[in-house]
């Protein structure tokens, strides 16, 4: 009985040594090695000081905890704790040395062995940590020590066993369940503190965040919440969440969010949120319900993203839909739309609405002679005084360059009366464009020729409407500038002049009447790179017409597409015999593509099947496409130029400059060329304004590692001035004008590319 007093002071003595030391568990969450080095030594140190109270039942022969500190250790800390804790304690027992010297060695070898073994099969999921199996491992241990203990060959170990097993078994495992308890509740500890840590760290994100009780009190917030409402913690804990509420929606919003939330839990949506300082503001919100074992609502816990920018930027989109981006003013897609409503009016009502169409009068000359940023401030002034003119009821647009609408409803019953009164409005708008602009120092003068169509029950589209207009406008600028002509059904006969026209075009690309005419393309050092392929119509009766007779026809009929395969096919065609020539091979073509051409979802396949029954190499064609064409819907654009780019083929923006020049799509697009346009081009040497553009788009092209190739290159001074600002590729008449393949070939030979015997054209139109 004695001994077993005496074997519970001296454990309970160990085991309070061992809470102090466990406290240092807490470091192996901050630094693993340092904490384990240092545990393993207070581990041994523990050793040793139980070996220094320790009981001795015979000379030499002494009993202590030591197998219950090292078990523990091993199981706990794992091999280098143990391993240490083993070195520090079997050390002082050979210190000790007497005749249980050898038995206490191997006491700290078998209880390191069994707590590593447990700890394996723990890790493995075999066994677990719980007071019985904590229990269990005691009882195995020291059953084990004893056992060792009778098979010591000394007479007296059977006797010191007996003596000692009965107090050792019925003490030392349950001083190792303590042990074992008292230090993975330490490391449990610690755990839930790196969790809490983790749990505050992940509280502060970007989105605010919001607790609130079951009655909707305000338990917490993040600092996110605070920047996002302006609100401090302490000036929201503890009151009801109604505070954010902006007065915007009715009780029935949020009775109709409660539902939710009771019958799936969470609701997400948009909500208009109220700030510290009044303001209301957008607001993305997720709430989620915390429901307790029993299913009952306990918290509810809410993020939040300010949405200002995100819903102002949505604006802008639909205002670049809708919207002229210069003057403000809607563009032709919104008035299309307010048309067809007005024409819907004037069926049910019966009076009459009219479309007044302006073309400003002069206005190319002040671009020309003034540049294109005097060009726009006139714009800007024509819509603000057309604005200003103009009753609530009435929408102006702005459909061209220096082209407006203006829709006037509701005018009269009759003919006569609405026919007045729309050239009333169409007077005043002439008197008040016909008044000088002032542009900085400049006195500028721009009238307006105005076409005027009336519409009442009518069922034709709305855009036939605007051609009316449009047409008059046409006839009263043919008739002298800032006229005023109403569209007339005779001039019905121009429609159907243009309507033969289109016919006369798809007879054309039946016959493949259109041929490419090339205009060289040089570098820096003079040699022929390529050329740009130009569209000529070979018409079979009146000769070859330039583009202007065609294009805007065959752009309005949706044929221009037609026009550009077929363009894409020859030029193929002319690229396979060039590379089957070595002094050729190295030519490109340049090929401008329409806005719809490339939107098409078998453009791509089209294509590379031209590029292959030719056999032409792609990495020689070129693909010119404008900056504004690529705004339809950039995200296609992108993935069809990837496409392509994957098969050589190269892209290169034309009328850089002039559109809505963008280093963010510059980024995403796989570009290789920029192409200055000719408006910069024929201002030089004289314009710095157009210098100082040039000279930017060259570095930046640089940059991204860009070609830049200047058109419109007339003169000399050009072509010099252009070498200075750094563009190394040109195209203009100073080189050449659009020719046919026949003069193209002559000129290959008069610059040495290619040999007089030796042919490089191809009959690409028969």
Same mark, same amino acid.
Request: hydrophobic share 45%; glycine share 8%.
């Given at each position: 009985?004695?001994?077993?007093?005496?074997?519970?002071?001296?454990?309970?003595?160990?085991?309070?040594?061992?809470?102090?030391? @466990?406290?240092?568990?807490?470091? *192996?969450?901050?630094?693993? #090695?340092?904490?384990?080095?240092?545990?393993?030594?207070?581990?041994?140190?523990?050793?040793?000081?139980?070996?220094?109270?320790?009981?001795?039942?015979?000379?030499?022969?002494?009993?202590?905890?030591?197998?219950?500190?090292?078990?523990?250790?091993?199981?706990?800390?794992?091999?280098?704790?143990?391993?240490?804790?083993?070195?520090?304690?079997?050390?002082?027992?050979? *210190?000790?040395?007497?005749?249980?010297?050898?038995?206490?060695?191997?006491?700290?070898?078998?209880?390191?062995?069994?707590?590593?073994?447990?700890?394996?099969?723990?890790?493995?999921?075999?066994?677990?940590?719980?007071?019985?199996?904590?229990?269990?491992?005691?009882?195995?241990?020291?059953?084990?020590?004893?056992?060792?203990?009778?098979?010591?060959?000394?007479?007296?170990? @059977?006797?010191?066993?007996?003596?000692?097993?009965?107090?050792?078994?019925?003490?030392?495992?349950?001083?190792?369940?303590?042990?074992? *308890?008292?230090?993975?509740?330490?490391?449990?500890?610690?755990?839930?503190?790196?969790?809490?840590?983790?749990?505050?760290?992940?509280?502060?994100?970007? =989105?605010?965040?919001?607790?609130?009780?079951?009655?909707?009190?305000?338990?917490?917030?993040?600092?996110?919440?605070?920047?996002?409402?302006?609100?401090?913690?302490?000036?929201?804990?503890?009151?009801?969440?109604?505070?954010?509420?902006?007065?915007?929606?009715?009780?029935?919003?949020?009775?109709?969010?409660?539902?939710?939330?009771?019958?799936?839990?969470?609701?997400?949506?948009?909500?208009?949120?109220?700030?510290?300082?009044?303001?209301?503001?957008?607001? *993305?919100?997720?709430?989620?319900?915390?429901?307790?074992?029993?299913?009952?609502?306990?918290?509810?816990?809410?993020?939040?993203?300010?949405?200002?920018?995100?819903?102002?930027?949505?604006?802008?989109?639909?205002?670049?839909?809708?919207?002229?981006?210069?003057?403000?003013?809607?563009?032709?897609?919104?008035?299309?739309?307010?048309?067809? #409503?007005?024409?819907?009016?004037?069926?049910?009502?019966?009076?009459?609405?009219?479309?007044?169409?302006?073309?400003?009068?002069?206005?190319?000359?002040?671009?020309?002679?003034?540049?294109?940023?005097?060009?726009?401030?006139?714009?800007?002034?024509?819509? @603000?005084?057309?604005?200003?003119?103009?009753?609530?009821?009435?929408?102006?647009?702005?459909?061209?360059?220096?082209?407006?609408?203006?829709?006037?409803?509701?005018?009269?019953?009759?003919? =006569?009366?609405?026919?007045?009164?729309?050239?009333?409005?169409?007077?005043?708008?002439?008197?008040?464009?016909?008044?000088?602009?002032?542009?900085?120092?400049?006195?500028?003068?721009?009238?307006?020729?105005?076409?005027?169509?009336? !519409?009442?029950?009518?069922?034709?589209?709305?855009?036939? =409407?605007?051609?009316?207009?449009?047409?008059?406008?046409?006839?009263?600028?043919?008739?002298?500038?800032?006229?005023?002509? !109403?569209?007339?059904?005779?001039?019905?006969?121009?429609?159907?002049?243009?309507?033969?026209?289109?016919?006369?075009?798809?007879?054309?690309?039946?016959?493949?009447?259109?041929?490419?005419?090339?205009?060289?393309?040089?570098?820096?050092?003079?040699?022929? @790179?390529?050329?740009?392929?130009?569209?000529?119509?070979? #018409?079979?009766?009146?000769?070859?017409?330039?583009?202007?007779?065609?294009?805007?026809?065959?752009?309005?009929?949706?044929?221009?597409?037609?026009?550009?395969?077929?363009?894409?096919?020859?030029?193929?065609?002319?690229?396979?015999?060039?590379?089957?020539?070595?002094?050729?091979?190295?030519?490109?073509?340049?090929?401008?593509?329409?806005?719809?051409?490339?939107?098409?979802?078998? !453009?791509?396949?089209?294509?590379?099947?031209?590029?292959?029954?030719?056999?032409?190499?792609?990495?020689?064609?070129?693909?010119?496409?404008?900056?504004?064409?690529?705004?339809?819907?950039?995200?296609?654009?992108?993935?069809?130029?990837?496409?392509?780019?994957?098969?050589?083929?190269?892209?290169?923006?034309?009328?850089?400059?002039?559109?809505?020049?963008?280093?963010?799509?510059?980024?995403?697009?796989?570009?290789?060329?920029?192409?200055?346009?000719?408006?910069?081009?024929?201002?030089?040497?004289?314009?710095?304004?157009?210098?100082?553009?040039?000279?930017?788009?060259?570095?930046?092209?640089?940059?991204?590692?860009?070609?830049?190739?200047?058109?419109?290159?007339?003169?000399?001074?050009?072509?010099?001035?252009?070498?200075?600002?750094?563009?190394? #590729?040109?195209?203009?008449?100073?080189?050449?004008?659009?020719?046919?393949?026949?003069?193209?070939?002559?000129?290959?030979?008069?610059?040495?590319?290619?040999?007089?015997?030796?042919?490089?054209?191809?009959?690409?139109?028969?």
């Amino acid at each position: 009985m004695l001994l077993i007093i005496h074997f519970v002071e001296h454990s309970a003595l160990l085991l309070a040594l061992c809470w102090l030391m @466990t406290l240092n568990v807490r470091c *192996w969450n901050r630094n693993d #090695h340092t904490g384990k080095l240092i545990t393993g030594s207070l581990f041994g140190m523990t050793c040793i000081i139980g070996m220094m109270i320790a009981i001795e039942l015979e000379n030499g022969w002494v009993f202590d905890a030591r197998s219950v500190v090292l078990s523990i250790a091993a199981f706990v800390g794992g091999p280098l704790v143990a391993a240490i804790a083993a070195v520090l304690g079997g050390g002082y027992r050979i *210190w000790l040395g007497g005749a249980g010297m050898g038995g206490g060695l191997v006491v700290i070898v078998l209880s390191v062995l069994f707590g590593l073994s447990y700890r394996y099969f723990y890790q493995r999921g075999k066994v677990g940590n719980g007071l019985l199996a904590l229990f269990c491992f005691g009882v195995l241990v020291h059953a084990a020590l004893l056992v060792h203990f009778m098979l010591l060959p000394t007479a007296s170990s @059977t006797a010191i066993a007996l003596q000692a097993g009965v107090p050792m078994l019925l003490v030392m495992p349950l001083t190792t369940v303590c042990l074992g *308890w008292m230090l993975e509740d330490i490391k449990r500890r610690s755990r839930d503190e790196r969790e809490l840590r983790i749990a505050a760290t992940a509280f502060e994100v970007r =989105q605010g965040l919001l607790v609130a009780d079951e009655n909707s009190c305000i338990l917490r917030v993040n600092q996110t919440f605070s920047a996002i409402t302006g609100y401090d913690a302490d000036e929201v804990v503890g009151e009801h969440t109604r505070l954010l509420r902006s007065g915007r929606h009715a009780d029935a919003f949020y009775d109709e969010i409660q539902q939710q939330l009771l019958a799936q839990g969470r609701w997400q949506g948009e909500i208009w949120n109220r700030r510290k300082n009044g303001e209301i503001y957008p607001e *993305w919100l997720s709430i989620s319900v915390v429901r307790n074992p029993k299913g009952h609502i306990t918290h509810y816990v809410s993020s939040m993203e300010d949405i200002t920018e995100r819903k102002a930027a949505e604006a802008r989109i639909r205002d670049l839909a809708f919207f002229d981006a210069l003057t403000g003013l809607p563009n032709r897609s919104l008035l299309l739309d307010r048309l067809q #409503h007005a024409m819907d009016l004037s069926a049910r009502s019966g009076r009459y609405a009219a479309l007044l169409f302006l073309d400003l009068d002069s206005f190319k000359s002040i671009n020309d002679l003034h540049g294109h940023q005097t060009g726009d401030q006139v714009l800007c002034q024509v819509a @603000t005084r057309l604005g200003d003119a103009l009753y609530s009821s009435n929408t102006m647009a702005r459909l061209g360059a220096d082209e407006f609408v203006i829709l006037i409803e509701n005018l009269s019953m009759t003919h =006569q009366n609405a026919a007045a009164r729309a050239e009333q409005y169409a007077m005043r708008m002439k008197e008040l464009l016909a008044k000088p602009y002032q542009i900085a120092e400049l006195e500028l003068y721009c009238g307006a020729s105005i076409g005027i169509s009336l !519409f009442k029950n009518t069922a034709s589209p709305a855009d036939e =409407q605007i051609q009316h207009a449009e047409i008059a406008m046409h006839q009263a600028k043919a008739s002298g500038r800032q006229s005023i002509r !109403f569209f007339d059904p005779t001039m019905q006969e121009a429609v159907s002049t243009r309507l033969q026209l289109e016919e006369d075009i798809r007879r054309g690309l039946q016959g493949v009447e259109f041929i490419p005419y090339l205009q060289p393309q040089l570098n820096a050092a003079g040699q022929l @790179t390529g050329a740009e392929v130009l569209a000529r119509w070979q #018409h079979p009766e009146r000769g070859l017409l330039a583009p202007g007779y065609f294009i805007e026809v065959a752009e309005q009929a949706e044929l221009i597409e037609q026009i550009d395969l077929q363009m894409l096919r020859q030029a193929s065609a002319q690229l396979a015999v060039w590379q089957g020539a070595p002094a050729t091979a190295s030519l490109c073509l340049a090929v401008n593509l329409s806005a719809r051409l490339l939107y098409q979802p078998d !453009f791509i396949e089209t294509l590379l099947q031209f590029l292959s029954e030719s056999g032409a190499d792609p990495r020689f064609l070129k693909l010119e496409l404008t900056e504004t064409m690529l705004l339809d819907d950039m995200s296609a654009a992108i993935a069809c130029m990837r496409e392509l780019r994957e098969q050589g083929i190269r892209f290169s923006i034309d009328d850089f400059g002039t559109g809505y020049s963008s280093l963010a799509y510059l980024q995403k697009l796989p570009l290789d060329q920029l192409k200055i346009d000719q408006s910069f081009v024929r201002e030089l040497p004289e314009n710095d304004g157009s210098a100082a553009i040039i000279r930017a788009i060259c570095a930046l092209a640089g940059s991204l590692q860009l070609e830049v190739i200047a058109e419109g290159v007339e003169t000399e001074q050009q072509h010099a001035t252009l070498l200075q600002l750094g563009c190394e #590729h040109f195209q203009g008449y100073l080189f050449g004008r659009p020719m046919p393949l026949a003069e193209f070939e002559q000129l290959l030979v008069t610059r040495g590319v290619a040999k007089e015997q030796g042919s490089v054209s191809c009959l690409i139109a028969d």
